[in-house]
């Protein structure tokens, strides 16, 4: 079965903020260039979608309420959504903070069929959490999934497994995992529209036509998903990203800003208990180009002192590469697991900083850490750092062009 959380963001967000229900509301930043991370969906029948521009939804709907994003309401929501399934059944594949499959096989014998195990997690969902899930129940994770979509808000959406592809021939091709905006123009040019459509075409064919991802979708419309359930024990990234309301041109100003993120990201890593064994840092420069560096770090870390001076470092070299404005800045940690123990190659990591710093120890970045976290969790939305992290001189302006 797949378990979606319904309007994820803006839920946890409304428990805060009561009066908002039933309204057109958002979570998002307040700056026109920010994004919607979550819309309700009284919002979305103004047309209101994630990931839309917020000056976009704004002017579709002037009066919509606007809700700054708290990440640490959404890590703890989430980390008692995953702690209920996993008392339902070891086998869960979290997919993003908000959604997992979860395979009940197991769990039969001692909790009932599929759909009473729907309800009961269902259940103990709202009362961890006082949100509202959607679940889909199928014989494979693709139809779970197109059941939850079709299934919310609070619904559960069941298909027997004799019913599968009866179910989804009459279905837009667009619902098949794989198939976005530019496949699914090809598709209808060729006149397959359905899924039923799909399903009938030759898998060798369109192998020829579309390459790997051909005969995959075909299986996929045939109601075949052999994939398994895969429990996943580690995440894989975590990332922080700012857009500006104005390009930056200084490199200065990008650093400050850089040491924030820096700064937020490792924390995020630290909050779990984890460590990361590389970091990457992006940049989107004034024309919507992307640029991206990386690093893979000789130990895992999670200090942000550590992570600001690779990211120091990388963000120098994209800039040397190619000098322009630059609209949005983001860190992220690669390969993000529990750490092992430290080693004498993670201490060397805390001498990357600054030389005039070099003094200072593991131990005495560990505590500023501390001391951040601290702050920052009775505090939310504090912009504290070590300034001495920062160039002693400001850098000079970009040059046009």
């Not at 980390?79 to 903070?97: F, N």
């Not at 429990?231 to 930056?248: C, L, Q, Y």
Request: charged share 30%; hydrophobic share 40%.
């Amino acid at each position: 079965m797949h378990v979606d959380m319904d309007a994820f963001f803006l839920s946890v967000e409304l428990l805060d903020y009561p009066q908002f229900r039933g309204r057109p509301a958002v979570v998002g930043g307040r700056s026109p260039r920010s994004v919607v991370t979550s819309a309700s969906y009284e919002a979305r029948q103004f047309g209101i979608r994630s990931a839309m521009p917020m000056a976009h939804a704004l002017a579709r709907y002037p009066r919509l309420i606007v809700i700054e994003p708290t990440r640490e309401k959404y890590t703890r929501a989430s980390q008692r959504v995953m702690e209920v399934l996993h008392q339902v059944t070891p086998k869960v594949e979290q997919l993003s903070i908000d959604e997992a499959f979860v395979d009940v096989e197991g769990a039969r014998r001692r909790l009932g069929s599929p759909v009473q195990i729907a309800n009961l997690i269902k259940e103990q969902i709202r009362e961890a959490t006082e949100l509202s899930s959607t679940i889909g129940v199928a014989a494979t994770k693709s139809l779970a999934k197109i059941l939850s979509e079709r299934s919310k808000p609070d619904g559960i959406g069941v298909v027997p497994a004799q019913r599968t592809r009866e179910y989804l021939e009459p279905l837009p091709v667009s619902v098949i995992w794989g198939v976005g905006p530019k496949l699914l123009e090809r598709l209808n040019n060729a006149d397959i529209r359905t899924v039923g459509d799909l399903a009938a075409q030759d898998p060798v064919r369109m192998k020829r036509w579309l390459g790997s991802i051909g005969p995959q979708i075909v299986q996929l419309a045939q109601g075949d998903d052999p994939r398994p359930v895969e429990p996943r024990h580690e995440a894989k990234s975590m990332s922080v990203e700012h857009t500006f309301d104005d390009d930056i041109t200084d490199a200065y100003r990008l650093e400050k800003y850089l040491l924030d993120l820096s700064y937020e990201c490792s924390r995020r890593v630290r909050s779990e208990g984890l460590a990361a064994g590389g970091l990457t840092v992006k940049i989107k420069d004034i024309d919507f180009s992307t640029r991206t560096k990386s690093i893979t770090l000789k130990a895992p870390a999670s200090s942000g002192a550590v992570f600001f001076q690779h990211a120091k470092n990388l963000l120098e070299e994209l800039l040397r590469q190619r000098w322009h404005p630059v609209r949005l800045l983001g860190v992220r940690a690669d390969r993000v697991a529990a750490p092992v123990e430290q080693s004498e190659t993670q201490e060397s990591l805390f001498d990357l900083v600054d030389p005039s710093l070099k003094s200072n120890s593991k131990q005495d970045w560990e505590a500023t850490d501390k001391i951040l976290d601290d702050v920052a969790q009775k505090f939310p939305g504090a912009a504290i750092k070590p300034a001495t992290l920062l160039s002693h001189e400001r850098r000079a302006r970009m040059p046009d062009g």
